[in-house]
T-cell receptor, first 115, second 116 residues
């Protein structure tokens, strides 16, 4: 069964609003989680590394003030898209490993549509 | 420079045909990991295989097989006797070194269409 969940699975919002996406590890603790973005018919691009108890690490070109990441606990990371615009419409996927060298488990993804 | 290249954007085959998806990677690390994932239309990534850089043995799992060749930096994936349910986008991915293991670099994906 799924070991990483995401909520919501899809969301539609108006331009200018903020949207929060949750990523949970279901039966293990994850000190590190990862957020990816996938535009239609494109590959997954790593956005940031979410670290429990410390600031997230963002990949080059990703605006940290726009994509707020909070690793609130050892089983939960949240990605907030602030002041969303249509160009932020994408498929957002999180992942988490059970341990440092374990296979990474991906969440089912959240499809964000900004009108 | 792109770390993972999947040159085939889209492949169409007829059911029962064999098909090979190519993956070429680039890294300076001596320790790295290669992965294949399947992404059906639902979007959820399905893990298929992980291979570390020290293990060049080819692997077979049912109709799936993987050919890892360090000399050519390739990690190709073959589906034998393809089925309609194999239709999906397939991603090859690379992670480098033990300390940054979970930072994945994905290829651009190959969309496989298996027609009945």
């Amino acid at each position: 069964g799924a070991v990483v969940s995401q909520h919501p699975s899809w969301v539609i919002c108006k331009s200018g609003t903020s949207v929060k996406i949750e990523c949970r590890s279901l039966d293990f603790q994850a000190t590190t989680m990862f957020w990816y973005r996938q535009f239609p018919k494109q590959s997954l691009m790593l956005m940031a590394t979410s670290n429990e108890g410390s600031k997230a690490t963002y990949e080059q070109g990703v605006e940290k003030d726009k994509f707020l990441i909070n690793h609130a606990s050892l089983t939960l990371s949240t990605l907030t898209v602030t002041s969303a615009h249509p160009e932020d419409s994408s498929f957002y996927i999180c992942s988490a490993p059970r341990s440092t060298r374990d296979t990474q488990y991906f969440g089912p993804g959240t499809r964000l549509t900004v009108l | 420079a792109q770390k993972v290249t999947q040159a085939q954007t889209e492949i169409s085959v007829v059911e029962k045909e064999d098909v090979t998806l190519d993956c070429v990677y680039e890294t300076r690390d001596t320790t790295y990991y290669l992965f294949w994932y399947k992404q059906p239309p639902s979007g959820e990534l399905v893990f298929l295989i992980r291979r570390n850089s020290f293990d060049e043995q080819n692997e077979i799992s049912g109709r799936y097989s993987w050919n890892f060749q360090k000399s050519t930096s390739s990690f190709n994936f073959t589906i034998t006797a393809s089925q309609v349910v194999d239709s999906a986008v397939y991603f090859c991915a690379l992670s480098e070194n033990l300390y940054n293991f979970n930072k994945f670099y994905f290829g651009s994906g190959t969309k496989l269409n298996v027609k009945p």
